[in-house]
């Protein structure tokens, strides 16, 4: 009965190779986020889609592309990995209610670029 | 630019005691705050919440207390326990979907 589910809990790879992370979320929310959290525990979103349709692109480079095949999934695939990308990436889902409010977060993907 | 932030990055508190996380902001017309709970090695959860027009909020053990004149919120964690240990963030919506995150503060708890 998770929530917020997200695969893979880790992801080790080579700088420049393409990967993506998937996220589900069963609470049947219309909104759902990317957050990327650095080592210093630093949180920011990266993008929110509200029932499949792209809302927050928060200048993050080309190289993310979010993909929301139905509202209760919003993967992010990544294309030519950078050391940089390394960090932990959050999915998180939110309802209805306007405001991005409160939002119930996955369990993390750690991703680690070598 | 506006922010959300935090006073103290980590905070070490003996088991039993009270616990005070602090937040600034800087943005004068928020009207909501949130607090959230990181444990190690999983995502954010919401602990409480707390509108403008409210001055203190209470939950089980947790406190938050907002004062709009200095724009500073602080959460208070009664009686701290091991469990409570977690890095701390406060946020705030901005606009219609995005939450913008304080720096957060980890909250150690010894016995």
């Known amino acids: 009965d998770t929530a917020v589910s997200q695969t893979p809990k880790y992801l080790v790879t080579q700088m420049g190779n393409d990967k993506s992370i998937k996220c589900e979320q069963n609470l049947g929310h219309d909104t759902m986020y990317w957050y990327k959290q650095d080592s210093k525990k630093f949180l920011k979103i990266m993008f929110s889609y509200n029932n499949k349709e792209l809302i927050i692109n928060e200048t993050v480079p080309n190289r993310f592309s979010p993909k929301s095949p139905d509202k209760a999934h919003l993967n992010l695939h990544i294309n030519s990995l950078e050391l940089g990308d390394s960090a932990v990436y959050f999915c998180?889902?939110?309802?209805?209610?306007?405001?991005?409010?409160?939002?119930?977060f996955g369990p993390g993907t750690r991703l680690l670029v070598l | 630019g506006e922010s959300v932030g935090l006073h103290l990055p980590t905070l070490s508190v003996q088991e039993g005691d009270n616990s005070i996380i602090n937040c600034a902001y800087s943005?004068?017309?928020?009207?909501?705050f949130i607090w959230y709970k990181q444990e190690s090695g999983k995502g954010p959860q919401f602990i409480i919440d707390i509108r403008s027009n409210m001055d203190k909020r209470q939950g089980q053990r947790v406190t938050v207390l907002l004062n709009k004149t200095v724009k500073h919120l602080s959460l208070q964690i009664a009686a701290t326990q091991p469990g409570d240990s977690a890095v701390y963030f406060c946020a705030e919506p901005r606009g219609t979907d995005k939450l913008i995150f304080g720096t957060g503060t980890r909250l150690q708890v010894f016995p």
């Open positions: 943005n004068s017309a928020s009207d909501y």
């Open positions: 998180a889902s939110s309802p209805p209610t306007g405001g991005g409010e409160t939002q119930y």
